[in-house]
């Protein structure tokens, strides 16, 4: 697929996603969402893949939907479609892509903007960045997910809250509500993701991805189902070649050489 809207690279085991209609602040478009969509899939796919970024062009990370695109179909389009087939897939996509997503927070997470921003597994923010629920501005409920991962992220009443203000959460107020890792100066974003994304990229993949899952499904599960499934996640990482590697070099006394597999 071509992409007209983001920018995708993959190197030294590290993909770059940037969504880049920064002139819209990165508003989704049908096509951008799908672009976004297959871009993920392409990272879940290619096993030189071990760490994906996802971030956005100009001063915005997304503003969300794009309002004009919806405003120009009125009448001939459904929401609860355009959910479904569109930012669902996308957000599946994305928490089934069973490596770590880095969000590289380069400013405002607005909307379902915001919703992807939260999709992503670690988060780091300049500075310039802030969250937020747009929805209610324009006389809608949150979606694009918000609803499931704010109140897991925050909990419930900050979550409503973002939900009824639509205030900007800055980036401190963000970090200290645990919505992200890292805050640091706008100018030095790029290193700080780095910094991130570079040890990650040349970690036990394998295992990475399988704490993910374990993670994301144990909110469905009882204790004992939890246990019972990072036991079945754990004999999947032990018989890895990380595993050999990771134990003979601890004895060893030296650095280990990951794989990823
Ligand atoms: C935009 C947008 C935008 C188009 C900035 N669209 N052009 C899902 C399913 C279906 C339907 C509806 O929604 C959803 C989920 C959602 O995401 S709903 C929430 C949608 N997003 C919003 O309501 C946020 C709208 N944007 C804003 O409130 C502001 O732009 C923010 C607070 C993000 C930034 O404010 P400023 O820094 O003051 O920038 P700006 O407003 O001047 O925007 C710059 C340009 O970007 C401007 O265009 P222009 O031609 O005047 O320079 C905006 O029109 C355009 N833009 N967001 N979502």
Same mark, same amino acid.
């Given at each position: 697929?071509?992409?007209?809207?983001?920018?995708?690279?993959?190197?030294?085991?590290?993909?770059?996603? /940037?969504?880049?209609?920064?002139?819209?602040?990165?508003?989704?478009?049908?096509?951008?969402? &799908?672009?976004?969509?297959?871009?993920?899939?392409?990272?879940?796919?290619?096993?030189?893949?071990?760490?994906?970024?996802? /971030?956005?062009?100009?001063?915005?990370?997304?503003?969300?939907?794009?309002?004009?695109?919806?405003?120009?179909?009125?009448?001939?389009?459904?929401?609860?479609?355009?959910?479904?087939?569109?930012?669902?897939?996308?957000?599946?996509?994305?928490?089934?892509?069973?490596?770590?997503?880095?969000?590289?927070?380069?400013?405002?997470?607005?909307?379902?903007?915001?919703?992807?921003?939260?999709?992503?597994?670690?988060?780091?923010?300049?500075?310039?960045?802030?969250?937020?629920?747009?929805?209610?501005?324009?006389?809608?409920?949150?979606?694009?997910?918000?609803?499931?991962?704010?109140?897991?992220?925050?909990? &419930?009443?900050?979550?409503?809250?973002?939900?009824? /203000?639509?205030?900007?959460?800055?980036?401190?107020?963000?970090?200290?509500?645990?919505?992200?890792?890292?805050?640091?100066?706008?100018?030095?974003?790029?290193?700080?993701?780095?910094?991130?994304?570079?040890?990650?990229?040349?970690?036990?993949?394998?295992?990475?991805?399988?704490?993910? #899952?374990?993670?994301? #499904?144990?909110?469905?599960?009882?204790?004992?189902?939890?246990?019972?499934?990072?036991?079945?996640?754990?004999?999947?990482?032990?018989?890895?070649?990380?595993?050999?590697?990771?134990?003979?070099?601890?004895?060893?006394?030296?650095?280990?050489?990951?794989?990823?597999?």
């Amino acid at each position: 697929m071509n992409y007209e809207h983001i920018l995708f690279t993959v190197q030294d085991g590290l993909a770059t996603i /940037t969504l880049n209609r920064p002139d819209k602040l990165n508003a989704f478009n049908d096509q951008m969402i &799908q672009e976004t969509t297959d871009a993920f899939k392409q990272c879940a796919r290619d096993k030189t893949v071990r760490c994906v970024v996802l /971030t956005g062009s100009g001063r915005a990370f997304s503003s969300g939907q794009d309002l004009a695109d919806v405003q120009a179909r009125e009448g001939t389009f459904s929401i609860g479609e355009h959910l479904r087939h569109g930012y669902h897939r996308l957000i599946k996509q994305m928490l089934a892509t069973e490596k770590p997503i880095l969000g590289a927070i380069n400013g405002i997470a607005a909307g379902a903007g915001c919703g992807i921003a939260l999709a992503t597994d670690i988060r780091i923010a300049s500075d310039k960045a802030s969250f937020m629920l747009a929805f209610s501005r324009v006389g809608l409920v949150p979606d694009s997910g918000t609803n499931w991962l704010l109140p897991r992220i925050i909990g &419930q009443a900050r979550a409503y809250e973002m939900a009824v /203000t639509a205030d900007r959460i800055p980036a401190e107020k963000a970090l200290a509500w645990g919505i992200v890792n890292q805050v640091v100066p706008h100018e030095q974003l790029h290193e700080a993701v780095m910094a991130w994304a570079m040890p990650i990229a040349t970690g036990p993949t394998l295992a990475y991805g399988l704490a993910k #899952r374990a993670m994301n #499904r144990s909110w469905d599960l009882s204790l004992e189902e939890a246990l019972d499934y990072e036991a079945h996640m754990q004999e999947l990482a032990a018989r890895s070649h990380d595993f050999g590697e990771g134990v003979a070099a601890f004895l060893e006394k030296r650095e280990a050489h990951f794989k990823g597999q």
